[in-house]
């Protein structure tokens, strides 16, 4: 199996052809796993022939992962074709969100729900992981989410939930810089102590993405879009996300609007920047 590094970007259905006829100079590509379950389909035909030039990492979205139905925790179904999609895609990486989506099996909602951050959910979340991984036989990442309201019911910091997932499952983590960010602007904390909670070792992928402000009854919110160019102060906590991780494979993220190759090429390059003159990297060539 190949391995993952340096920075590359989330392919998207319009750029499959320029993929496929001008093999632009990436190192990996990510891919939503969920729209490549059918083999036979388009898309797929497309990835088969884009996947023998790059390695690929597989993200999902329908885990459900934060789900307590106790008849459905983890849809069986959906996870047993994903193992089957992940076994021919043969990705480096899989990972899916610290959210949920789905309930009792019945009801599925099209967003990535925010849980409560307590001991309970710490339980069925660290279950949940485990029957993920035991089926997929192999370890996934969990994504730190963006969310825009909280729970009265939250005693335990994201930062910490996070980090004792990855300790009680062995799961590594996704960190989404942007979705720091936005956190830290909707709820009121400093990214930079998030970065500074997080272990080092389980993290072994980082994202970027764009973001936009709404004004809500008159107080901004911050909205994980990944529809615009990454912002300078995401960038800057990239920096120091670099300097505490060190050239974690990186991907930049961009699913609404997906512009011109060109542009997400640009925001590569941007990363790379970042990447060479990082304290991590100062330190590997002093």
């Known amino acids: 199996m190949q391995n993952v590094q340096g920075v590359g970007i989330g392919l998207r259905h319009r ?36 996947r023998q030039d790059y390695p690929l990492s597989a993200h999902c979205v329908g885990l459900s992962l934060g789900s307590a139905s106790v008849s459905c925790p983890v849809r069986e179904l959906h ?25 009792d099996g019945v009801h599925y909602l099209p967003d990535l729900l925010p849980i409560p951050y307590t001991q309970e959910a710490l339980n069925i979340v660290t279950e949940n992981i485990n029957r993920v991984q035991d089926v997929l036989q192999r370890q996934i990442l969990i994504e730190n989410p963006s969310n825009y309201l909280s729970y009265i019911d939250s005693p335990i910091p994201e930062w910490e939930f996070i980090s004792l997932l990855a300790k009680s499952t062995g799961c590594g983590i996704l960190l989404d810089v942007n979705n720091v960010y936005v956190n830290a602007n909707n709820h009121g904390f400093d990214p930079f102590h998030y970065l500074k909670q997080i272990p080092v070792e ?17 107080k ?24 505490r ?10 699913d609404s609007e997906v512009p011109d190759l060109s542009v997400l090429m640009k925001e590569k390059h941007k990363a790379d920047a970042i990447v060479t003159n990082s304290d991590w990297y100062k330190l590997k060539n002093k």
Do not use: C
Not at 245 to 254: A, C, L, M, R, S
């Open 15 to 50: 750029h499959f052809q320029e993929f496929i006829e001008q093999k632009p100079d990436l190192p990996w590509l990510e891919i939503h796993t969920e729209n490549f379950i059918s083999s036979g389909s388009t898309s797929s035909k497309y990835l088969d022939i884009i």
């Open 79 to 103: 996870l047993q074709k994903l193992k089957a999609t992940i076994d021919r895609l043969e990705p480096v990486l899989v990972s899916d969100h610290l959210s949920w989506s789905a309930s």
């Open 202 to 218: 389980p993290v072994k992928e980082m994202h970027l993405a764009g973001y936009a402000v709404n004004n809500v009854e008159g």
């Open 220 to 243: 901004d919110v911050y909205i994980d879009t990944h529809g615009h160019k990454v912002v300078d102060n995401v960038w800057d906590l990239y920096q120091k996300a670099v300097d």
């Open 245 to 254: 991780f060190g050239p974690v494979p990186t991907i930049i993220e961009w």
